[in-house]
């Protein structure tokens, strides 16, 4: 019997090393789905939602660097991948979508369920084609492998299902081999150019970003020459801060004072592995120079004097004897001492209190008790805040969430992915009650699964970055509300052992039942509704707007939303 196309792709993931699908199935999809039960060597993932399935694939690719999978139906099947694929694009981890298509012969009849997946994904892939024969599977599959997996993004393969079905050309093969990446090095004359140029800076200051992955060595190194301090980007924190006596910290809106002005107050700033977005928090005065492995994020956020393509790694290596080291430490200093003093504040506002819970503590404590291997995964909104603030990261602890496309609901989806991918390591997913709500149906899949996932949900009952920032803007936040729900009655309900807590003397015991629980548990924690996430500076027009949204309350009836404003977080 002939191999189909269907079969063809399975065998081809298979040798490719993929260990599971990701996907919600559909007759479309009937092809694959039978392939997969025949061979029995790569594991169908179902969930919910197919956005799910793209979140938790991306959790999967990240962790290994490895070509994860997931795949939708026709039409609205594959369209719902479109969000967790943007994510995994934009996260720049190798992820493969199989996205299935109506009849071949029905393409452009306006049939049921009829999309243009090759126009829809185009923008949250490197790779995007239509399979409209057999003949052309061996290269499409191919070609779309080796771009998600050497340019690190997504790669989509549109199959319609009568295709899926066909026979593939007899003189296909299942065969694959992936080329190691090569290591990238800027030439020789630049490296000492920079190091020249450096040799005369005295005020330097390192920006590192998730391209310093493996380059922690490398990097504390580089700062002990330079005597320089080193400010991290949130996509480097899991990265960069362990064991890093020259670490002061991150910056951008949910950053330290301490990272903020180092990087406004250095005449040269050295950006490693980064793209981090925000203008307003780069200096205007400084030399800026770049390194990435990435030609296309030189200069892309702010003014560059100079610029080295390579990796991080392998150009610091090779530009480490080149520097003649600096005994100047003043400028270090100063920001060392800046943050101590932030990081103090930052720990004074984790403490227990008797009145309410407050999400600092909360995410302190979950560092605390969470095993030192452990993989987390955090919400959008406020729980990234208080995960780049007290989680504590040590060379094997992850952190994972929507950094870049910046999208709600990614936490327990990318804990969904991590667990399977990860299943000795403990996986906490820090859910905001919003997130965690908008694709609550994959608790069930969860809960199917058997996946022993802890889930802390920072229950405050609204969209609680979203309000502050309304308030900073002066607006009232109307719209932010959020129904006060009990979690932990859903999760039992569900089979899965819920825990609310609605005290700071319960948080500890409540956290350590979880963790030391062994299937999936989810705690459910009332939090300060009104605790504020405050920049590490603030701007005339956000203190204006401040005070117009308190005046607008006021006016509004609202005057005790300002009174338990100014309890949480000014009267402690």
Not at 467 to 481: C, F, H, I, R, V
Not at 530 to 543: D, F, N, S, T, V
């Amino acid at each position: 019997m002939k191999q189909t196309v269907a079969a063809y792709i399975a065998k081809t993931l298979e040798q490719a090393g993929v260990k599971r699908i990701w996907g919600v199935t559909g007759d479309s999809l009937n092809g694959l789905s039978d392939s997969l039960n025949r061979m029995g060597t790569i594991d169908w993932m179902p969930t919910r939602h197919e956005e799910v399935a793209a979140f938790a694939a991306g959790a999967e690719a990240q962790l290994t660097g490895e070509l994860a999978v997931c795949a939708g139906s026709c039409g609205p099947g594959n369209l719902h991948l479109i969000n967790g694929l943007f994510d995994c694009h934009r996260n720049h981890v190798p992820v493969l979508a199989i996205a299935a298509h109506i009849p071949s012969s029905e393409i452009g009849s306006g049939y049921f369920q009829e999309t243009h997946p090759q126009e829809l994904f185009r923008e949250c892939s490197h790779y995007c084609e239509l399979v409209s024969s057999p003949e052309q599977i061996p290269q499409v599959l191919a070609i779309a492998m080796r771009k998600a997996v050497i340019n690190r993004g997504v790669s989509v393969v549109v199959l319609p299902g009568d295709v899926a079905l066909k026979a593939a050309p007899e003189s296909a093969s299942s065969h694959w081999y992936h080329a190691p990446l090569p290591l990238v090095t800027p030439p020789e004359e630049e490296l000492k150019k920079l190091a020249q140029l450096l040799r005369y800076s005295s005020n330097i200051a390192l920006m590192c970003g998730s391209g310093c992955a493996g380059a922690h060595k490398e990097l504390v190194e580089f700062a002990a020459k330079l005597k320089a301090p080193v400010v991290h980007a949130l996509r480097g924190k899991e990265h960069v801060e362990y064991d890093n006596p020259y670490d002061v910290g991150m910056t951008g809106l949910i950053g330290f004072s301490s990272g903020f002005h180092t990087m406004m107050n250095a005449d040269t700033l050295v950006l490693l592995g980064t793209q981090f977005p925000y203008r307003a928090f780069y200096p205007t005065d400084a030399k800026i120079i770049q390194i990435d492995i990435n030609p296309g994020s030189i200069g892309a956020h702010s003014k560059v004097d100079m610029a080295l393509v390579g990796d991080i790694k392998s150009t610091l290596s090779a530009l480490l004897p080149h520097l003649e080291e600096k005994t100047d430490r003043k400028f270090l200093d100063t920001a060392l001492e800046h943050y101590r003093d932030a990081r103090k504040g930052l720990d004074d506002l984790a403490k227990p209190s008797d009145k309410t819970i407050h999400p600092q503590y909360l995410a302190q404590r979950i560092s605390h008790f969470a095993d030192d291997d452990a993989i987390f995964t955090c919400d959008v909104g406020t729980p990234t805040v208080w995960a780049a603030r007290y989680l504590q990261m040590n060379g094997k602890r992850r952190l994972l969430g929507s950094f870049n496309h910046g999208s709600m609901a990614n936490a327990m989806p990318q804990a969904i992915g991590a667990k399977a991918t990860a299943p000795n390591r403990q996986v906490v997913a820090m859910c905001g009650d919003g997130g965690f709500s908008m694709l609550m149906g994959d608790f069930l899949s969860l809960a199917q699964m058997k996946l022993p996932v802890k889930i802390v949900i920072f229950n405050n009952s609204v969209l609680g970055f979203v309000a502050m920032e309304m308030k900073a803007g002066g607006y009232l936040t109307d719209g932010t509300e959020l129904h006060d729900t009990n979690f932990a009655r859903i999760a039992e309900a569900c089979g899965i052992k819920g825990i609310r807590v609605e005290s700071a003397a319960e948080v500890d015991e409540a956290l350590q039942t979880a963790f030391s629980t062994d299937g999936p548990v989810l705690v459910d924690v009332v939090v300060a509704k009104e605790e504020l996430a405050i920049p590490p500076q603030i701007k005339l027009e956000q203190a204006k707007g401040f005070s117009l949204y308190m005046l607008r309350a006021i006016i509004s009836g609202r005057g005790d939303e300002v009174i338990e404003l100014a309890k949480t977080n000014w009267l402690r």
